[in-house]
T-cell receptor, first 116, second 112 residues
């Protein structure tokens, strides 16, 4: 069975500092991996996805993530944090192609705070 | 292009009642998935609908049921509401074989 573990339920950084949100996955098949962001009282917005193409994936708002099979990791980074990045971030793995019973399995989430 | 919409935005029910939540999928999307997100938790998969039939289900009891209509919109029905059913319910739509699910804003259900 697939699973996702996000290390750190809360991360705090200063504006302009590096953002690093950690995600480790467990999967018996080549995984499809995702990072979503959730702002207060809103749904989920896709930041980026890994679907077995390039291991370094670039997303929206300056975020990127690197797929490391040997470490079973898919950490999310951003070189310089902005106040507007404060939100909840979720890492997710898909069981398979959507439409093939490909449900998303989410981690517990990491709340990112950005200090001025 | 219209995104995923959900109604109502908020809902308050009492224990034992029944509730219906609605979702309109994004244009061109034929698959709808429902997730429950309890406070402070990640979303949990409830079930998915494809071609008007359930296509995968998570660890939720039968009192959680759904429908998908010919226009691909969907309903989530919950019977005999319990306090623990209080959560944000998210609907996501996608295309067959696609890897990306597009989420709606959610319905906040409070059970008193």
């Amino acid at each position: 069975a697939q699973s996702v573990t996000q290390l750190g339920s809360h991360v705090s950084v200063s504006e302009g500092a590096l953002v690093l949100l950690r995600c480790n996955y467990s999967s018996s098949v080549p995984p499809y991996l995702f990072w979503y962001v959730q702002y207060p009282n809103q749904g989920l917005q896709l930041l980026l996805k890994y679907t077995s193409a390039a291991t370094l994936v670039k997303g929206i708002n300056g975020f990127e993530a690197e797929f490391k099979k040997s470490e079973t990791s898919f950490h999310l980074t951003k070189p310089s944090a902005h106040m507007s990045d404060a939100a909840e971030y979720f890492c997710a793995v898909s069981e398979g192609g959507v439409g093939q019973g490909g449900k998303l399995i989410f981690g517990q989430g990491t709340e990112l705070s950005v200090k001025p | 292009e219209t995104g995923v919409t959900q109604s109502p935005t908020h809902l308050i029910k009492t224990r034992g009642q029944q509730v219906t939540l609605r979702c309109s999928s994004q244009s061109g999307h034929n698959t709808v998935s429902w997730y429950q997100q309890a406070l402070g938790q990640g979303p949990q998969f409830i079930f998915q609908y494809y071609r008007e039939e359930e296509n995968g289900r998570g660890n939720f009891p039968p009192r959680f049921s759904g429908l998908q209509f010919p226009n691909y919109s969907s309903e989530l029905n919950v019977n005999a509401l319990e306090l623990d059913d209080s959560a944000l319910y998210l609907c996501a739509s996608s295309i067959t074989g696609g890897n990306e699910q597009f989420f709606g804003p959610g319905t906040r259900l409070t059970v008193l």
